[in-house]
């Protein structure tokens, strides 16, 4: 990989041979676990300004209609986590002269509380092409770390480094855009929840702080409408809920012919829409004082391209009796043959990628895939010595006359990618030219833990891309699209619909990661006998299986919120995941304990999840800062009343300095709030909320199984306890 020092160029071409599709990841670690930024992406024209609105890539706008930049989402990694930019540079305009990568902070952190600052810069294959590191970061709260542009007919990398001390709107107000700043939405958001309404708004200027070739100034205004007024014809994201056709939101807008996105709740044709779609994950958008949906922390508000998305409460059916089901456009299989669960299930979701763009580009950007005219094939018999073999089917993408193509092998229930299979096909697509071979089951992929091994020849010129996907990120990706970002039709959106429901269905077989392993049993009983000890190796396939079953609430969690939700690694980067597993797997021998942390974007803070198997108990848990300003009781009172509704067994603690703080079930404490108080006058940092379950024993995902039991500890506790503390945040920023 080529290390680039601030403000060196490369050409693509003296890197790889297919510089046409590039994947940017920006990478950061914080030893709190709670340090996180927002990336984004700005084409600029020869003059260094966007050409329109449409230029600006971010959290709310994440993909151009053109394909050629998609903002992928966070993929954890070792140390934390990196956040993944797939660009198609064969599909970006002529008069697009310069594409900027950036990324920004947000409530007055600074990129000086991050370490490890990097950029990497891969091609389709996945091989690292260039690094650049940043380590002076300081007061800055945006930064633009590269940026690619065209030098005689190519395309070439430049390593920028330049700060900014005014965050993503001083970023963005240097090239020509008007953004809503963080804190002008938050005042707006509160207003609007107390009944108030908000007007037009616009960001001010950047400070330019370092680097070379730094863009200018100046620039034209992009109109940006904050909730409380009338809108016609336009997409008001954070609004407080969701309209699409004419109707009236919650908040107290008026739309006609607008789209209201990014609250959780949703009005379709005047018909409100609530949480909860039957076949759904049960974790809800987190719901505001009034009972609409509200996000916690508000996003900049742009005009956009008015989505589809499809509504969360079902119409009304026009059945005799709840025995008549309707019809499915994916019918389930009836036999339990796991070759035909197979055959279908990739029949089925290579259909609707073909047919539905946003959903196929979204699933193949990652993997170097150009934005293109896409087709699917199933069961493709291709000549390896002396008997052909057959993938489960072939993705072709094509652009401007080339052609891009993947191989997919498919498992699903509980069945393993076999070595040989898939070394055979990674063969063959490298004797062929093809692309990429994709794999397709309910495991989980970490880093450092390959779900297959094979060999890469690498006296081979043409290289291959090995890539994984797991049926819930299939699910995860279909969900955020039809829930929370929208798609161009109500087709593809009914489309999206009947393959989610496929993919839920318990004969489909792909209902993601479902089974601990053969050391779970063993190793459960050597901890309760006290009998296991350190070092042993079972121990550490139970902390990987633990590894991916907390990958997958972040999935399921981050498709149902809208919201990243990532595994929290408190490392610094370049450490070895064998040896923290291997670290991990000593503790899990001494204390009997299994423990996680899940960031999830927007939630006032950490989810921390333990599964103590000494005592067979699961301990879901927050810890949430205290309002600032006020008095003590006057904080605990008001904490008490926001989690009126709260499961009256929800253990409520004190967090102090110097020691442990008073705690209390809700129950106790509903009466007598006081109770919350240090006797000694301490000052109080915050408040620790947790839940406690029972632990499901056996390995699978069975009503009884432990599987089934994390996840229904990690529902219960957003839908009954997180939910409430929006309310929390919006008083302790009063």
Same mark, same amino acid.
């Given at each position: 990989?080529?290390?680039?020092?601030?403000?060196?160029?490369?050409?693509?071409?003296?890197?790889?041979?297919?510089?046409?599709?590039?994947?940017?990841?920006?990478?950061?670690?914080?030893?709190?676990?709670?340090?996180?930024?927002?990336?984004?992406?700005?084409?600029?024209?020869?003059?260094?300004?966007?050409?329109?609105?449409?230029?600006?890539?971010?959290?709310?706008?994440?993909?151009? %209609?053109?394909?050629?930049?998609?903002?992928?989402?966070?993929?954890?990694?070792?140390?934390?986590?990196?956040?993944?930019?797939?660009?198609?540079?064969?599909?970006?305009?002529?008069?697009?002269?310069?594409?900027?990568?950036?990324?920004?902070?947000?409530?007055?952190?600074?990129?000086?509380?991050?370490?490890?600052?990097?950029?990497?810069?891969?091609?389709?294959?996945?091989?690292?092409?260039?690094?650049?590191?940043?380590?002076?970061?300081?007061?800055?709260?945006?930064?633009?770390?590269?940026?690619?542009?065209?030098?005689?007919?190519?395309?070439?990398?430049?390593?920028?480094?330049?700060?900014?001390?005014?965050?993503?709107?001083?970023?963005?107000?240097?090239?020509?855009?008007?953004?809503?700043?963080?804190?002008?939405?938050?005042?707006?958001?509160?207003?609007?929840?107390?009944?108030?309404?908000?007007?037009?708004?616009?960001?001010?200027?950047?400070?330019?702080?370092?680097?070379?070739?730094?863009?200018?100034?100046?620039?034209?205004?992009?109109?940006?409408?904050?909730?409380? /007024?009338?809108?016609?014809?336009?997409?008001?994201?954070?609004?407080?809920?969701?309209?699409?056709?004419?109707?009236?939101?919650?908040?107290?807008?008026?739309?006609?012919?607008?789209?209201?996105?990014?609250?959780?709740? /949703?009005?379709?044709?005047?018909?409100?829409?609530?949480?909860?779609?039957?076949?759904?994950?049960?974790?809800?958008?987190?719901?505001?004082?009034?009972?609409?949906?509200?996000?916690?922390?508000?996003?900049?508000?742009?005009?956009?391209?008015?989505?589809?998305?499809?509504?969360?409460?079902?119409? %009304?059916?026009?059945?005799?009796?709840?025995?008549?089901?309707?019809?499915?456009? !994916?019918?389930?299989?009836?036999?339990?043959?796991?070759?035909?669960?197979?055959?279908?299930?990739?029949?089925?979701?290579?259909?609707?990628?073909?047919?539905?763009?946003?959903?196929?580009?979204?699933?193949?950007?990652? !993997?170097?895939?150009?934005?293109?005219?896409?087709?699917?094939? *199933?069961?493709?018999?291709?000549?390896?010595?002396?008997?052909?073999?057959?993938?489960?089917?072939?993705?072709?993408?094509?652009?401007?006359?080339?052609?891009?193509?993947?191989?997919?092998?498919?498992? *699903?229930?509980?069945?393993?990618?076999?070595?040989?299979?898939?070394?055979?096909?990674?063969?063959?697509?490298?004797?062929?030219?093809?692309?990429?071979?994709?794999?397709?089951?309910?495991?989980?992929?970490?880093?450092?833990?390959?779900?297959?091994?094979?060999?890469?020849?690498?006296?081979?010129?043409?290289?291959?891309?090995?890539?994984?996907?797991?049926?819930?990120?299939?699910?995860?990706?279909?969900?955020?699209?039809?829930?929370?970002?929208?798609?161009?039709?109500? /087709?593809?959106?009914?489309?999206?619909?009947?393959?989610?429901?496929?993919?839920?269905?318990?004969?489909?077989?792909?209902?993601?990661?479902?089974?601990?392993?053969?050391?779970?049993?063993?190793?459960? *009983?050597?901890?309760?006998?006290?009998?296991?000890?350190?070092?042993?190796?079972?121990?550490?396939?139970?902390?990987?299986?633990?590894?991916?079953?907390?990958?997958?609430?972040?999935?399921?969690?981050?498709?149902?919120?809208?919201?990243?939700?990532?595994?929290?690694?408190?490392?610094?980067?370049?450490?070895?995941?064998?040896?923290?597993?291997?670290?991990?797997?000593?503790?899990?021998?001494?204390?009997?304990?299994?423990?996680?942390?899940?960031?999830?974007?927007?939630?006032?803070?950490?989810?921390?999840?333990?599964?103590?198997?000494?005592?067979?108990?699961?301990?879901?848990?927050?810890?949430?800062?205290?309002?600032?300003?006020?008095?003590?009781?006057?904080?605990?009172?008001?904490?008490?009343?926001?989690?009126?509704?709260?499961?009256?067994?929800?253990?409520?603690?004190?967090?102090?300095?110097?020691?442990?703080?008073?705690?209390? *079930?809700?129950?106790?404490?509903?009466?007598?709030?006081?109770?919350?108080?240090?006797?000694?006058?301490?000052?109080?940092?915050? !408040?620790?909320?947790?839940?406690? %379950?029972?632990?499901?024993?056996?390995?699978?995902?069975?009503?009884?199984?432990?599987?089934?039991?994390?996840?229904?500890?990690?529902?219960?506790?957003?839908?009954?306890?997180?939910?409430?503390?929006?309310?929390?945040?919006?008083?302790?920023?009063?």
């Amino acid at each position: 990989m080529h290390e680039m020092p601030k403000g060196a160029n490369v050409a693509l071409s003296a890197l790889t041979e297919r510089p046409g599709a590039v994947v940017a990841g920006l990478s950061w670690s914080s030893a709190a676990g709670d340090g996180d930024a927002d990336v984004s992406v700005i084409l600029l024209d020869e003059n260094g300004k966007v050409r329109d609105d449409g230029d600006f890539y971010f959290y709310n706008q994440p993909a151009a %209609k053109d394909g050629s930049v998609q903002l992928l989402g966070k993929t954890p990694t070792p140390d934390g986590s990196e956040d993944r930019i797939g660009i198609d540079l064969t599909a970006v305009a002529p008069d697009v002269a310069r594409i900027v990568v950036a990324a920004s902070r947000y409530g007055g952190a600074r990129f000086g509380d991050l370490a490890d600052l990097r950029l990497t810069l891969s091609d389709g294959s996945g091989e690292a092409l260039l690094g650049f590191s940043i380590p002076d970061a300081g007061a800055e709260t945006a930064f633009i770390f590269g940026e690619l542009y065209r030098r005689d007919a190519e395309w070439k990398f430049r390593a920028v480094g330049q700060g900014y001390d005014s965050g993503l709107a001083g970023l963005a107000t240097d090239f020509g855009i008007a953004v809503v700043d963080d804190e002008e939405e938050e005042a707006a958001a509160e207003v609007t929840a107390d009944g108030a309404g908000a007007g037009e708004s616009s960001a001010g200027h950047g400070t330019d702080a370092a680097g070379s070739d730094g863009p200018g100034d100046g620039g034209s205004v992009v109109t940006a409408i904050v909730v409380g /007024a009338a809108v016609t014809g336009a997409e008001v994201v954070g609004a407080g809920a969701a309209v699409t056709g004419t109707g009236t939101a919650d908040s107290g807008t008026a739309a006609a012919g607008a789209a209201v996105v990014g609250a959780g709740a /949703a009005v379709v044709g005047g018909a409100v829409a609530a949480p909860g779609a039957p076949g759904a994950p049960t974790v809800p958008a987190q719901a505001g004082p009034a009972g609409a949906a509200t996000p916690a922390r508000p996003r900049a508000v742009r005009t956009a391209k008015k989505k589809i998305t499809v509504p969360r409460a079902a119409r %009304k059916s026009l059945a005799e009796n709840e025995s008549w089901r309707p019809a499915r456009l !994916f019918p389930l299989p009836l036999t339990k043959s796991d070759r035909e669960r197979e055959a279908r299930a990739t029949s089925v979701l290579l259909a609707v990628m073909a047919e539905v763009p946003e959903f196929g580009r979204r699933l193949t950007a990652g !993997f170097g895939a150009p934005a293109g005219r896409m087709q699917t094939f *199933t069961e493709v018999a291709l000549p390896h010595g002396e008997s052909p073999r057959r993938p489960d089917g072939v993705i072709r993408v094509e652009r401007a006359g080339k052609l891009w193509t993947a191989l997919v092998e498919t498992k *699903t229930n509980g069945n393993p990618l076999r070595d040989d299979q898939v070394q055979d096909y990674m063969d063959i697509a490298a004797r062929r030219g093809y692309e990429a071979v994709i794999t397709l089951s309910n495991d989980v992929a970490l880093e450092g833990s390959p779900l297959v091994n094979v060999k890469l020849d690498g006296r081979r010129k043409h290289k291959v891309g090995l890539w994984h996907l797991s049926w819930a990120e299939v699910a995860q990706h279909a969900q955020l699209l039809i829930r929370h970002e929208g798609v161009g039709s109500a /087709a593809h959106a009914w489309l999206l619909q009947e393959l989610l429901h496929y993919l839920h269905h318990e004969n489909s077989g792909c209902h993601g990661f479902q089974n601990m392993g053969p050391a779970w049993v063993p190793v459960r *009983t050597g901890i309760e006998a006290e009998t296991l000890s350190s070092g042993d190796p079972r121990a550490a396939e139970v902390v990987e299986s633990w590894e991916r079953l907390v990958r997958q609430l972040c999935l399921r969690l981050g498709g149902e919120l809208g919201q990243k939700a990532l595994p929290v690694q408190r490392a610094r980067r370049g450490g070895d995941p064998e040896a923290r597993r291997a670290e991990a797997a000593d503790r899990l021998c001494a204390e009997g304990r299994l423990s996680a942390e899940i960031r999830v974007d927007g939630s006032p803070g950490i989810l921390g999840l333990t599964a103590d198997l000494r005592t067979g108990k699961l301990r879901t848990s927050m810890d949430v800062p205290a309002p600032e300003g006020g008095y003590p009781l006057t904080a605990a009172k008001r904490l008490v009343r926001i989690l009126a509704e709260a499961p009256a067994d929800l253990h409520v603690e004190t967090l102090v300095e110097a020691n442990n703080g008073p705690r209390g *079930t809700l129950e106790r404490l509903r009466p007598e709030p006081g109770d919350l108080l240090p006797r000694d006058g301490a000052p109080i940092t915050g !408040f620790r909320l947790s839940l406690f %379950k029972g632990m499901g024993g056996a390995r699978g995902n069975t009503e009884s199984g432990f599987i089934r039991s994390v996840g229904e500890s990690v529902d219960r506790f957003y839908t009954t306890v997180v939910v409430h503390l929006a309310q929390l945040q919006r008083r302790s920023r009063v």
